[in-house]
Nanobody
Framework: VQLVESGGGLVQAGGSLRLSCAAS??????MGWYRQAPGKQRELVAAIISGGISTNYADSVKGRFTISRDNAKSTMYLQMNSLKPEDTAVYYC??????????WGQGTQVTVSS
């Protein structure tokens, strides 16, 4: 199984970025994005379940971030709008297969300047 993230970078506050996670090697019943800022625990940002039937978001990103999944391309996205400096973190793609095995991407840095 491989999860490959892309799309991170440096952006000014109020700007937008779109993260992508290309998945291969299995099929997944749940996928999501987590983030980890320096000195903090990794936290769930957004998740998408069963091919898009259900989504959920951390309160801190509701209304600003949108998670989506293109099953034909085996790719998950995170559209991030109205970015804030506190969104600065390494963002990780996560996937769980139907056997409840968890997989992680290598992470992509998102830095929001004030």
């Amino acid at each position: 199984v491989q999860l490959v993230e892309s799309g991170g970078g440096l952006v000014q506050a109020g700007g937008s970025l779109r993260l992508s996670c290309a998945a291969s090697g299995s099929t997944f019943n749940a996928m999501g994005w987590y983030r980890q800022a320096p000195g903090k625990q990794r936290e769930l940002v957004a998740a998408i379940i069963s091919g898009g039937i259900s989504t959920n978001y951390a309160d801190s990103v509701k209304g600003r971030f949108t998670i989506s999944r293109d099953n034909a391309k085996s790719t998950m996205y995170l559209q991030m709008n109205s970015l804030k400096p506190e969104d600065t973190a390494v963002y990780y793609c996560h996937a769980r297969d139907w056997g409840y095995q968890n997989y992680w991407g290598q992470g992509t840095q998102v830095t929001v300047s004030s």
